[in-house]
């Protein structure tokens, strides 16, 4: 289990330690006050490899084609925006402690002793090779490649590199990640019904789904069974309901039951892992908000697992409020927000959590 974070110079946060962590931590703040910026830091700071930070790099914008040959600008603009204000020039250093005090590090920079230049010109954005003031082509800027060096919590240090290979493709290096396994929820992830459908067969499979569908049950009396099904090409997870002489699609019986089932799904797959999930709010009816916080503590107890949730909803965290009097040992509360253009933040521990959401914690802009 992760009990400190330390980030320097990623997405909007210049320096930021954070410590007491716990088995859930829910993460409360104004809109770009960096509550997403902290699951990012914590996903590539255990991933730690250029896939990863790849997968980063563009959310929440289109994803457009990485054309061949770039030129060193384009190769470090695709970059940028993981750097505290795009100052592809600093060192993203990420820096985590379990709860055995053993430490894993990570720090990203450009490399500019590695400097090479591909066989092929590159592009302008014009679309055409550049070219010198005597009319012949000009050799494209030596690009730097994206270094990744790697501690992990136990075994020797490892470096990575994303750059671009002589024929002007972009070129990742491949590498384990440093730590526990570590998943990344987008809001929108539970609308996914094959992948739903995959990872409850796998964890059927393992007979790991016994407990998810008594839990389930146990909330949703109307619900008596889940199971994979594939009427059509494509399979999906059915339930199985009193009264209704057919099984249907669990997404078509409801969204909020869908989202409650991919989290608890998610928490048993992530196992004695880290599972990050931004926006846990997101499909789910007000009145059913204290079921899911049961649900994911009690999943989360059971496999082990570490949380860390993003939330916009003064509705959701008030609805976890009574749980945390109770079970303050189990929780910590991240208050994030802008400071002079920088995200800050402070770990309230559970003790003291229930009392500032009772007094009334901004959460939303």
């Known amino acids: 289990m992760i009990k400190t974070i330390e980030i320097d110079q990623f997405r909007g946060i210049q320096q930021l330690k954070l410590d007491g962590l716990r088995k859930l931590n829910i993460i409360v703040g104004p809109s770009a006050s960096g509550k997403t910026a902290l699951l990012e830091a914590l996903r590539l700071a255990i991933g730690a490899t250029p896939q990863t930070a790849f997968n980063l790099v563009n959310r929440g914008m289109p994803n457009f084609p990485i054309l061949p040959n770039p030129s060193r600008e384009q190769f470090e603009s695709l970059w940028s925006s993981l750097f505290f204000n795009f100052r592809t020039d600093t060192e993203i250093n990420l820096k ?46 030596a690009i730097a490649p994206l270094t990744f060096k790697r501690k992990p919590f136990t075994g020797p240090e490892t470096t990575l590199h994303a750059t671009v290979n002589p024929n002007g493709q972009l070129q990742f290096e491949q590498g384990g990640e440093l730590g526990s396994i570590v998943d990344f929820l987008s809001p929108i992830w539970q609308t996914n019904p094959q992948q739903i459908a995959a990872l409850f067969s796998q964890l059927s499979i393992a007979n790991k789904t016994d407990g998810i569908v008594e839990a389930l049950k146990e909330q949703f009396p109307q619900i008596t069974g889940l199971s994979v099904q594939s009427p059509t090409y494509l399979p999906a997870l059915y339930a199985t309901l009193k009264h209704v002489a057919r099984q249907m699609p669990l997404a078509m019986v409801s969204s909020g039951i869908n989202k409650f089932v991919s989290l608890l799904l998610a928490v048993e797959t992530a196992g004695s892992g880290v599972l990050l999930v931004d926006e846990v709010e997101n499909g789910i009816y007000y009145q059913t908000m204290p079921k899911l916080w049961n649900l994911l503590r009690s999943s989360a107890n059971q496999a082990s697992a570490q949380l860390f949730l993003t939330t916009h909803s003064w509705e959701c965290l008030k609805s976890v409020a009574p749980m945390i009097e109770t079970t303050s040992e189990d929780f910590s509360l991240i208050q994030m927000y802008q400071e002079d253009g920088k995200s800050v933040a402070k770990v309230v521990p559970g003790e003291h959590a229930a009392a500032a959401i009772e007094a009334g914690i901004e959460v939303r802009a």
């Open 96 to 141: 985590v402690i379990d709860s055995t005090d053993r430490t894993a590090q990570l720090t990203i920079f450009f490399d500019q002793s590695k400097a090479l230049v591909a066989t092929q010109s590159a592009l302008s954005l014009s679309g055409t090779a550049s070219s010198s003031s005597a009319g012949q082509p000009s050799i494209p800027p």
